[in-house]
């Protein structure tokens, strides 16, 4: 028996002696501590592929099965996979086709935003656990009935904000709940990326080994494009959500967690697409303002046409409080300023330095934590640090943002639930129509 499985099986001894019992998803379904998980990973050609190659790195983990709706990406996943591990993963075009395997433990979705919410949902009542990037959801409404799926399936739902795994910034949440510049009042985050015009797309003839069909799933048929697939479908409505939730739900995930909020009351956001004249139709500069019902604000930043480097950081935050200040400059870094702007505190991460404006991720070796995290809480080992219910709070967050950009409107919010009060035209962006068939149901 290895230190490591000593060590937990006294624990766990100790905790049966004493009528404590970790909760396990396996145990409820009457199965026991599993040695290997089996995960699919759904939406390879980018962050899924990257996903993929970290799950089977991660001890009792077996990537048995990948999913793309792109012959030639799920090919090519399926040959770096085979290579990596020297197992080849099944192959599958259709994710619901791949719920059926009954070796299939969890799932992994890294696809276009329209589908993360629906295959998540396809995934729990197939009785698998789910991690799902950011964000969780398109609309918030397809949020809400996560949360209530993954409590009615009783299933492990964690979404890839991953920085509630880094170290050094579990420690920072810490030092500010314990009030190491006073009362915290206000946040500010940013990120900033020099991306270019996407220009103006013809209609044209779908690609052979693309199921357009398909990869349109949920979303309302639209005609392809040949400015669209593979990544510019994020600065479209009808699949994306702006960069507001493609980078800013990370931001806003960590002011929410630092300031101790759930939902606002208010939020206000202005910007618009001033870099070009082309398809794009998400916002590429964009501020978004919270107020919260404790007294304190959010402030988020977004500009993704420009490079200048001027926060020294690509992407981060700040926390302002009554005796000081704190920064996270986008990674696992930290520090902390007495008033007067006298360094108080600097935390370096020993595990890797990061590019923060880095599209693909954090780095292995952070990323790698959260992944590990939610393996080992469907193992039962361990408490999921990204539960779905936090999640759909961090995405909610920009999802306003969005909608009062849309509406150009100030958007008033339960403080108890994050509903919108009192404005038709918001609320009609609640949730999204679905292409026939489609619809999400709990």
Known sequence: ???????????????????????????????PLADKVVIGVV??????????????????????????????????????LEKLTGKKPKAFKDVRLLLEEKNLDAIAIATPDHWHAPATLMALKAGKHVYVEKPCSHNPAEGEILVAAAAKYNRIVQMGNQRRSFPNIIKAMSDLHSGIIGRVYSAKGWYANARKSIGTGKVTAVPTHLDYDLWQGPAPRKPYKDNLIHYNWHWFWNWGTGEALNNGTHELDVMRWGLGVDYPTKVVSAGGRYAFNDDWETPDTQTITYEFANKTSILGMEEVVMNYDEFKSGRGVVFYGEKGTMVIPGGDD????????????????EIQQVDATNTMGMGEKLDSLHLKNFIEAVQGKVKHTSPISEGHKSTLMPQLGNIAWRTGQTVYCNPDTGRIQNNKAANKLWSREYEKGWEMKL
């Open 43 to 80: 939406g390879t050609n980018s962050r899924g592929h990257y996903l993929a190659r970290l799950f089977a790195q991660l001890p009792d983990v077996e990537v048995g099965f990948i999913c793309d709706v792109d012959a030639n990406v799920l090919e090519r996943t399926v040959s770096d």
């Open 334 to 349: 930290y520090s902390v300023y007495e008033l007067g702007n006298k360094l108080l505190k600097e935390v370096k991460t």
């Open 1 to 31: 028996m290895t230190n490591f499985n000593r060590r937990d099986f006294i624990k766990r001894s100790t905790l049966a002696a004493a009528g404590v019992f970790l909760y396990s998803p396996w145990l409820a379904q009457g199965r």
